[in-house]
């Protein structure tokens, strides 16, 4: 009990009270070994599909296990609430959890791979259903158990929340690019404690919340986002906070039409 | 998750069917390692080359990928690039013997890279060279590279102990064994590249600074470093090339290449930042026709994403 406490903690995910039972799940395609138990308990009683319109887009190669990047494009999924990056066999298995309020059903960021693993995008259409999809990617050990780059060069505190991005005109949307430094330590590494990114916000010049991503620590290090927001406007406004309670916040012009 | 036996033994059975992705990681539960079968050919005066496979280290060829070279002295062989295994190495020792008639007697180690360099297990540590940046850069790196090549390899890479090379190259001329050649202390694919010129045969041995009709590899690289590089072999009279990967060439037309594929990286990266792409995207950029020939080009797009975007965004992306 203990255990699975801590493991639904590491996930970022309150236990569901009840959770969906194995029968209740269609095979999995990838013959994950972690399937039913990650998807009783992200899914709870949801209906779960696997989904191709999905868009799930990784590189063939796991060049660098710390800095793994994955791209969800779900547009072609109407009324997506809710979108979840997770890895069947990563220690911390569920990267981002991403509430697109006023924004389109896409995120572009970097994870860690701890080992070879499927990777999966998975998101919640308004009436429940969460649509999946997934591919296997084979990567060197290590991704989340070895320290951050800037650990070892010892300078993560010189640069701890320095933010780059800037927006682009896409259409009649906005595309939204953000990088921050963060050591994203997964709390695996010995004598360093878990510090990572907790929430990144995006707000729009009304002050309302127009994209909502929460992060774990199975993001990568200096983590960065690709956001589609729906509309224009002059102005945004980025808000991030780590587990420390910091909060990181910075003004974005928006797209020059 | 609780499986039982049955689950277990009918998911089994339908594997092949319902999990395409896990297929070849059983196959390879099932094979062994094979042997290195190298081949020599002669492409000058007492100069062999050995072609590595153009491919990525794969475990089915071995991690054998990289091209190497025999130059016969009467001292014995110089071997330039002595493999990524021990069995490789050995395989490479053997064929030298064969083909020169006489032992190896000096091994060049032309850069860090585990593909070149993990084969010096195979020779006395006192007869492997290598320039200092090199040595410096193994010391550094070596072991993750051995890891990195056991998981790929697994057997393949049997019995191989961490061999550095003396880092006691310098530029310039050496006469071994009534031979003669050029030493050149080159970097930018990265940081010592040693590159060869035999006086006799006018044939160059590059190492990783050219790369032929297979895609370059950037893990360390300086792309600024590398073209001054290039022009410096570029400048260097030779009537043969023999590059790290891919087919030996007689014209420019290697060096050309390698820089062509350099400049259109570089350029495509960085639009790719300032368009606002994310990683994902700048690796599915189109390749251009003209590298149609190059092997390898996705998957070394995709690892040059990996090394460079995150610098460029460093350097693009306005500060907020």
Known sequence: ?257 | MILSRRHVVTGAMALPALAPALAPALARAEVFAGSYAPRAEAIGDGVWMVRGADAPILFENGGAIANSAFLATDAGTVLFDPGVSLAHGTALATLARRTTGREVARVYVSHLHPDHAMGAAAFDPAIVHALPATREGLLRDVEGFSDAMYRLLADWMKGTQIALPRGDVTAGEVTFGGRTFQLLALDGHSGGDLALLDHATGTLLTGDLVFHDRAPSTPHADLGRWRRALETLQALPHRKLLPGHGPPDTGAGAIAQTRDWLDWLETSLREAVTSGLSMVEAGRAAIPPRFASLKAARYELERSVSHLYPGLEAELLPAL
């Open chain 1, 1 to 257: 009990m203990k255990r699975l406490a801590l493991l639904s903690a590491l996930m970022g995910q309150v236990a569901p009270a009840r959770a969906a039972t194995a029968t209740d799940l269609p095979t999995d395609p990838l013959g994950s070994p972690m399937w039913t138990y990650h998807a009783e308990r992200l899914f709870a009683d949801a209906r779960v599909v696997f989904d191709a319109q999905v868009g799930l887009a990784i590189p063939g190669i796991a060049e660098n296990q710390r800095v793994f990047p994955v791209m969800v494009d779900a547009r072609a999924v109407p009324d997506v609430t809710r979108l979840l990056i997770f890895a069947d066999l990563n220690p911390i298995p569920l990267a981002i959890d991403y509430r697109p309020l006023a924004a389109r059903a896409f995120l572009a960021t970097r994870i860690k791979l701890d080992q070879r693993t499927p990777v999966r995008a998975a998101v919640q259409t308004r009436d429940g259903t969460w649509h999946v999809a997934g591919q296997w990617i084979d990567a060197a050990g290590g991704g989340c158990s070895a320290p951050p780059v800037s650990r070892v060069k010892g300078d993560w505190a010189e640069h701890l929340g320095d933010m780059r991005g800037r927006t682009w005109a896409e259409g009649e949307e906005t595309r939204l690019r953000l990088t921050l430094r963060h050591p994203m330590d997964t709390g695996l590494v010995e004598n360093i404690p878990a510090y990572n990114l907790e929430t990144l916000r995006v707000l729009g010049e009304d002050g309302r919340e127009q994209a909502h991503v929460t992060v774990s620590g199975a993001v990568a290090e200096d983590p960065t986002f690709t956001l589609l927001l729906a509309g224009r406007e002059a102005r945004y406004r980025v808000i991030a906070r780590d587990t420390s309670g910091r909060e990181f916040e910075a003004l974005i012009a928006g797209p020059t039409p």
